[in-house]
């Protein structure tokens, strides 16, 4: 079964604007982390934002904030103010099990084009 | 402050021939992982160590990949022989603990 589901294969949005990136997983453990991660075309893998499972309040680093709704097991990444440099594959993991074992599962990537 | 670094950054080999990617984590990470990435089968875990131990390997396709962490400061992964569908960009990526993981810039390698 997929642990992580990103549904968008790819995405347009105009510079300027606020663009969100679907996340959905799927876990039965209480304890796990969601990321997010950017890779430009250059194709290095930058990380982005944090949610660890028991956070009470929504991740947030500078223009990217995470929408964490936990009861609908979704993590959508919130790019507010688009920038021509936001054009890259965004990808969500997860962290599960963080008791016995730290490995990120990865979901298949949205690609987001920023217009100018 | 040197982040992951991964050699050689492009391979190209022919078929049957032994590869050795290295890698060199951030000082004072515990954990060191090996990801292949594809178009067809986007990041997979390969592999993880935690203080050189390797923890979980079940993503290793084949016995034809072995990887190896021989101190806090080195890993190897290796394919003998390798094929054309062992092409892709190879990550090796470092963390302590819970957090984040820091990648390196791949190895890309084409097999023909």
């Known amino acids: 079964a997929q642990k992580i589901t990103q549904t968008q294969p790819g995405m347009f949005v105009q510079e300027k604007e606020a663009v969100t990136l679907d996340c959905t997983y799927d876990?039965?453990?209480?304890?796990?982390?969601l990321f997010w991660y950017k890779q430009p075309s250059s194709g290095e893998m930058i990380f982005l934002i944090y949610q660890g499972s028991y956070d009470q309040q929504n991740a947030t680093e500078g223009r990217y904030s995470l929408n964490f709704q936990k009861a609908r097991k979704s993590a959508n990444l919130v790019i507010s103010a688009s920038q021509l440099g936001d054009s890259a594959m965004y990808f969500c993991?997860?962290?599960?099990?963080?008791?016995?074992?730290?490995?990120?599962?990865f979901g298949a990537g949205t690609i987001l084009r920023v217009k100018s | 402050d040197a982040g992951v670094i991964q050699s050689p950054r492009h391979e190209v080999t022919e078929m049957g021939q032994e590869v050795t990617l290295r890698c060199k984590p951030i000082s004072g990470h515990d954990y060191l992982f090996w990801y292949r990435q594809t178009m067809m089968r986007g990041l997979e875990l390969l592999i993880y160590f935690n203080n050189n131990v390797p923890i979980d390997d079940s993503g290793m396709p084949e016995d034809r990949f072995s990887a190896k962490m021989p101190n806090a400061s080195f890993s190897t992964l290796k394919i003998q022989p390798s094929e054309p569908r062992d092409s892709a960009v190879y990550f090796c990526?470092?963390?302590?603990?819970?957090?984040?993981?820091?990648f390196g810039e791949g190895s890309r390698l084409t097999v023909l």
């Open positions: 990526a470092g963390s302590t603990g819970g957090g984040e993981l820091f």
């Open positions: 993991a997860m962290r599960e099990n963080m008791e016995y074992g730290n490995k990120l599962v």
């Open positions: 876990t039965s453990d209480p304890s796990y982390g």
